[in-house]
């Protein structure tokens, strides 16, 4: 995935992590200049994904209300193998500490179970 695609999944991520982010935020975690995160929320916003901007001293971006993006296709069995191998992996020390990839990838699955 090319990094100007990751980084509009990334600004997606904080996004859906609730409340209102300011664009100074979003600059920093996603390593990128303030007109940068603008243009991403444009992507985001030509991909139909309702991103709100807030005015005001606490102001920035937010989802709207209530809106999720759609599970992931998976099947209990599939799902509970994905995690399974997630902790495996980070148990055992084949993957990082938290924070990493494969943590966000079981939050990811996570976030979508019923």
Known sequence: MSRPVSRVLTLLELLQAGGVRTVAELADRLGVGERTVRRYVDH???????????RGRYGGYRLAPGHRMPPLMLTDDEALAVLLGLVAGRRTGITAAAG?????????VRRVLP
């Open 44 to 54: 985001l916003v030509d991909l139909d994904v309702p991103v709100e901007s807030v």
């Open 100 to 108: 990493t990839a494969g943590e966000t990838a079981a939050a990811k």
